[in-house]
T-cell receptor, first 113, second 116 residues
């Protein structure tokens, strides 16, 4: 079945460094790829998303890249800050166009001051 | 914009009782809402898709008679956990899909259910 693999499961960086989280998906028909940030005890918050008709999207310190041929997409956070510490989830849309999303396993990002 | 609320945020109940969780889209209409369950340190697991005015679609392995879903309006979906047991204790999160914008979902803050 459809699957999304996310790596790494944990990531620790120094404040100011960059962080990269990678995901691969199995369904070549997936066309929507959001990233969510989840803080402890809270619901996921959409931070950036990309659709299959573009290869890269930026929003200030956050960027997402998509390689449809290789079926992988990545989240890039530059100039990390302690408040970026959280769990990050990637997701990919189901091919059946039901609006359903398949989530990756999550990455716990720790930014050390 | 695109705010989703859930109520209650926390609930503790005795085994065998039923618990209702509400999910509301506050500033937009959502023809489709989704219900997820999240266990500690794990990812979100989709339980069901809730469509306004029609029956919910449940994922494989999710008992529809145990997790009752009602989506009576374009801004409200409810999840009722019937005859709750300790193994139902989890973090339940809903999301609402922005009407007309395929796949874009906004999540509620979650409901922590503890069954004693």
């Amino acid at each position: 079945g459809e699957n999304v693999e996310q790596h790494p499961s944990t990531l620790s960086v120094q404040e100011g460094d960059s962080a990269v989280i990678k995901c691969t998906y199995s369904d070549s028909a997936s066309n929507y790829f959001p990233w969510y940030k989840q803080e402890l005890g809270k619901g996921p918050q959409l931070i950036i998303d990309i659709r299959s008709n573009v290869g890269e999207k930026k929003d200030q310190r956050i960027a997402v890249t998509l390689n449809k041929t290789a079926k992988h997409f990545s989240l890039h956070i530059t100039e990390t800050q302690p408040e970026d510490s959280a769990v990050y989830f990637c997701a990919a849309s189901f091919s059946s166009n039901t609006g359903k999303l398949i989530f990756g396993q999550g990455t716990t990002l720790q930014v050390k001051p | 914009g695109a705010v989703v609320s859930q109520h209650p945020s926390r609930v503790i109940c005795k085994s065998g009782t039923s618990v209702k969780i509400e999910c509301r889209s506050l500033d937009f209409q959502a023809t489709t809402m989704f219900w997820y369950r999240q266990f500690p340190k794990q990812s979100l697991m989709l339980m069901a898709t809730s469509n306004e005015g029609s029956k919910a679609t449940y994922e494989q392995g999710v008992e529809k008679d145990k997790f009752l879903i009602n989506h009576a309006s374009l801004t409200l979906s409810t999840l009722t956990v019937t005859s709750a047991h300790p193994e139902d204790s989890s973090f339940y999160i809903c999301s609402a899909e922005l009407a007309g914008v395929n796949n874009e979902q906004f999540f509620g803050p979650g409901t922590r259910l503890t069954v004693l």
